[in-house]
């Protein structure tokens, strides 16, 4: 039954071939078996399920920071643990709407903020091809469920590669689609200009099939439009026609040598279905890093603040004062890297300094965007690795921030460009899952569905190993 | 001594009368049971987005536009960050360099802006101090968390804490008018803080300004202003200097104590707002705001003087109290305009319902002299008491005004024949003792008589 895609599976309940009940309860105690700790929550029973929406009762693993009304919904920190929250993020109604179903909620660097899901308040998570070596982050449970096959799918989010560095370090699919497309109403911000839900799951049909029951204006969240046109079950297995464009920038230097030849090689599996291949810059992609890290925290340091001990979460017992109250609830509530990037961002953003950091990186970000703009002109797509290496051992980037923080090298542009990528699986490198990203357009997720769809049969990955 | 100018510009906070909050759907909160007006958005709980409120949007164009501002084709809101528990996400959503209206004039005071933001919740401190200081605990009502406010700043155009009160009251009348706000000082849809700084008189340069928080009443603004006029007035003179600092005023010492120095002003760490878009007026929404703005009193006012010839008392009094400025409108039709003002005001202090049209009959019996002015003072309160037609009241009452002088002289004769000592002290050359003799005529006239015609005969009968 695990060997079912979610779509297969919809699909066998849909015939009457598989009973919804029976489906659910094998992946919840897949899931309550879990070895790692990939799960912060499990539902203990099979809910109602009525199989009649596009997704057939299928069950879906949530990361942890999505709201759900009554579980435990507490961004991978200790300052919410065991925070319930008294209403569902938008993005998980629709898919309940849909006839998804709840099946757990996943780890996650505390707030989304890490690479490793190493700075979750509740341990780390482990990655199902080789435990001794992380899953990526932040949303490394939600990557971690679905390659090990304890979630048929999952949702994550991606503020800067928290979703597409995942799921290459797991060997799975995952999509962040055009900022907007996705509500972000219920979701326990990071960077509220660059967070952005998506699915995923084990196949490219799987992405597209999650991703259209998540999409969706919403009144609750102003920055929302969805996607111009319904999104479409992916069918193409050519790439006549198709522009690739292989920004020098992100596939040269800084890339380990295994992942740049598993990335080479589905370049020629391109040219062989059709497409064209050209080497071309984006000649800000470079300063994306140090654009992201003054921009994010400086969100951060602004969307975090409402964590005082005063209404919800964690509050440091014995303080005599306000301020003690605060500062002892801060700092034993918040983890290092939450911390770090608290005082980062307020530095960016403090009198005097505005201009030269907040300022000048949202001018980057606009320069950035426009270098994507350009490469539309001349390519239907940019492909890059979804990450320079392969997954890492537990520990080895801890004690170095910025060589974690280079782990979004290939990811974070696109986050500040505002536009849809997806990362599917690429091969392996010394044993461990590459990543192979394709970026288009705003709302091209069609297009892009489509192109993956197509490398994803040439490429022929199989998955099962982890989920033995 | 140096004569010196007092220079005062306003920051007045006001409170929309939306029927939701700033940016959730919570209804505005009038002192019911604390945190029952509070939904997952205006308590900041994890997760949650803020979405403008479209009313809220046309109450500030809508004064923009009543006070001539330029409405920005494009403003955005920017995050206010600091700590304080009344403040549920630890920022206020505020507008920063980019309000919805900029420029602007009401009456002789210039408007520098007025920007949209949403207020803090309430903190009630519980303890016999009922203040922050030495209080036992303090508790939180988010009930007024996220009521929308527009703030109002000024151009230093004020020169006297007079001027202030006076432009305050125009000021609260125009938006009480425009029904934006319930403009209560008192209750806090109206609040205002100073800028008061002094120069020596002729000069044209600012001198350092401190700023008055919170003078919750007309009174208290007057008093607390003066009160930093002399405080800084005594600085200057003493040879010291005035310190840039944020100041309260309590009215019950009227004494003035610091909040806080400029060193020790937050850094609030303005970014623009990441989970609004732009706000960007469509000519529909300008539209619609322009439409629903009554004449207001400052128009209403210099109308009242152009087109009747009111005095500028009469003509601020119907702009202020503009149910009164219609009746009279409607009762001056084709009449004599201010003779039906003063009319006008005599129902208005005595405080009744009278048609305008009877009324307007009423100005045009005395007009013609048909009744006295103290006959129809007489007929005015019996048509407040009963109603009906003022020429049938006059006939029904016996107070038409005598036609013939021969009943009058008359009367003249016999009251002059009754005071024979009033007499004798007139003719000793005791002008003024006459009015003695007036009222016993009057009397006897029921007030039918003409004053003029009165005077006139008694000059005749006493070969004055």
Redesign the interface.
């Known amino acids: 039954m695990i060997e079912l895609t979610a779509a297969q599976a919809a699909a066998a309940i849909k015939t009457g071939d598989l009973d919804a009940r029976e489906y659910f309860d094998v992946y919840r105690e897949r899931a309550a078996a879990d070895a790692l700790n990939a799960y912060t929550w499990v539902a203990e029973a099979a809910p109602e399920i009525d199989a009649s929406g596009p997704l057939a009762g299928v069950p879906v693993a949530i990361k942890d920071?999505?709201?759900t009304e009554g579980v435990p919904?507490q961004?991978g920190s200790k300052i919410?643990e065991g925070?319930r929250?008294?209403?569902t993020?938008t993005s998980v109604a629709n898919l309940q709407r849909a006839g998804g179903t709840l099946l757990g909620k996943t780890n996650q660097d505390e707030f989304a903020m890490g690479s490793s899901t190493e700075n979750s308040a509740f341990g780390p998570t482990l990655n199902p091809w080789d435990t001794a070596r992380v899953p990526g982050g932040s949303s490394g449970g939600s990557a971690a469920a679905v390659a090990a096959g304890t979630a048929p799918w999952s949702i994550g989010t991606d503020t800067g590669g928290s979703i597409r560095q995942p799921a290459a370090l797991c060997g799975i699919v995952g999509l962040k689609p055009t900022y907007g497309a996705i509500s972000?109403?219920?979701?326990?911000?990071f960077?509220?200009?660059l967070d952005q839900a998506g699915p995923f799951t084990r196949d490219v049909t799987d992405s597209a099939l999650l991703l259209s029951a998540m999409v969706g204006a919403d009144?609750?969240?102003?920055?929302s439009i969805g996607l111009p046109g319904p999104v479409e079950l992916p069918t193409r297995t050519d790439l006549k026609g198709i522009r690739l464009g292989v920004p020098a920038e992100l596939s040269g230097e800084g890339i380990e040598p295994g992942v740049l030849a598993a990335f080479n090689d589905t370049l020629d599996r391109a040219r062989a279905l059709g497409a064209t291949v050209e080497t071309m810059h984006l000649p800000h992609a470079p300063h994306g890093l140090a654009a992201y890290y003054l921009i994010a925290p400086?969100?951060c340091?602004?969307n975090?603040?409402?964590y005082?001990g005063?209404?919800?979460g964690f509050r440091a017992p014995g303080q005599a004062t306000?301020l003690d109250m605060?500062t002892a609830t801060r700092e034993q509530g918040f983890g290092a890297e939450v911390k770090r990037r608290i005082m980062l961002g307020?530095y960016a953003?403090?009198?005097g300094y505005?201009d030269a950091y907040?300022g000048r990186a949202q001018k980057v970000r606009t320069l950035i965007a426009k270098d994507f703009t350009d490469a539309w002109e001349r390519f239907d797509f940019v492909v890059t690795p979804t990450a320079p290496g392969v997954a890492f051992e537990l520990g080895a980037k801890t004690a170095d921030p910025l060589a974690m923080y280079v782990n979004d090298v290939c990811t974070v542009p696109m986050s500040l460009a505002g536009i849809p990528a997806i990362s599917i699986p690429n091969g392996l490198s010394e044993g461990l899952p590459t990543g192979f990203q394709i970026t288009g357009p705003a709302f091209s997720e069609n297009r892009i569905l489509d192109a993956a769809f197509a490398l994803e049969q040439a490429i022929g990955f199989d998955g099962g190993k982890a989920r033995a | 001594m140096t004569a010196y100018e007092p220079v005062i510009g306003l920051e007045i906070h006001v409170q929309l009368k939306t029927r939701t909050k700033m940016f959730c759907g919570c209804a505005l909160s009038f002192g019911e049971e604390p945190n029952t007006r509070t939904c997952p958005v205006c308590l900041g709980l994890p997760g949650t987005l803020p979405v403008t409120n479209a009313q809220a949007v046309q109450y500030g164009i809508m004064m923009g536009l009543a006070l001539g501002c330029e409405i920005a084709p494009r403003s955005i809101f920017h995050r206010k960050n600091y700590f304080y528990p009344d403040l549920a996400k630890g920022y206020q959503i505020s507008q920063y360099d980019i309000p919805l209206c900029l420029g602007g004039r009401l009456g002789d005071v210039r408007i520098h802006r007025i920007h949209l933001e949403e207020d803090a919740a309430k903190l009630v401190h519980v303890g016999t101090s009922g203040r922050i200081h030495g209080s036992d605990a303090s508790i939180v009502d988010y009930n007024r968390g996220g009521t929308p406010l527009a703030e109002i700043v000024t151009e230093p155009d004020i020169h006297s804490a007079e001027q202030a009160r006076d432009w305050l009251q125009l000021l609260r009348e125009t938006l009480r008018q425009l029904g934006v706000s319930d403009v209560n000082m008192e209750e806090g849809s109206l609040r205002c803080d100073a800028n008061v700084s002094i120069r020596p008189a002729g000069s044209s340069e600012l001198g350092t300004k401190t700023e008055l928080k919170n003078m919750n009443s007309f009174r208290f603004v007057m008093q607390g202003i003066n009160a930093e006029i002399a405080r800084q007035t005594a600085l200057l003179e003493a040879g010291e200097a005035v310190v840039q600092e944020t100041l309260h005023f309590d009215p019950t010492s009227g004494r003035i104590s610091s909040l806080r120095s400029k060193e020790e002003a937050h850094d609030y760490r303005y970014f623009p707002e990441p989970d609004l878009v732009p706000l960007v007026p469509t000519p529909e929404m300008l539209e619609a705001a322009q439409a629903a703005i009554p004449e207001l009193p400052a128009e209403r006012s210099a109308r009242y003087e152009r087109d009747f010839e009111l005095a500028p008392d009469t003509a601020y009094l119907f702009s202020f109290e503009p149910e009164w400025g219609d009746y009279f409108e409607r009762a001056a039709d084709g009449a004599d305009a201010r003779a039906t003002a003063i009319w006008v005001t005599e129902l208005r202090s005595r405080g009744g319902d009278v048609p305008p049209e009877t009324l307007a009959k009423l100005v045009a019996l005395v007009g013609a002299k048909t009744v006295t002015a103290a006959a129809g003072r007489t007929i005015l309160d019996t048509l407040i008491a009963e109603g009906g037609d003022p020429a049938q009241i006059a006939e029904r009452d016996g107070l038409t005004a005598l036609e013939d002088s021969g009943e009058l002289e008359a009367i003249v004769a016999k009251v002059i024949a009754e005071h024979p000592d009033v007499v004798e002290r007139i003719q000793g050359g005791n002008a003024k003792a006459m009015g003695a003799l007036v009222g016993p005529i009057m009397r006897e006239t029921k007030g039918r008589a003409d004053g003029g015609e009165v005077n006139r005969l008694l000059r005749a009968a006493l070969g004055l």
Do not use: H, K, N, Q
């Open positions: 920071l999505f709201c919904s961004a919410l925070y929250p008294p209403y993020a972000r109403y219920g979701m326990i911000a960077a509220s200009s009144p609750c969240d102003s920055t400086a969100e340091s602004s975090l603040a409402r005082d005063v209404r919800y306000l605060y307020t953003l403090s009198s505005y907040y």
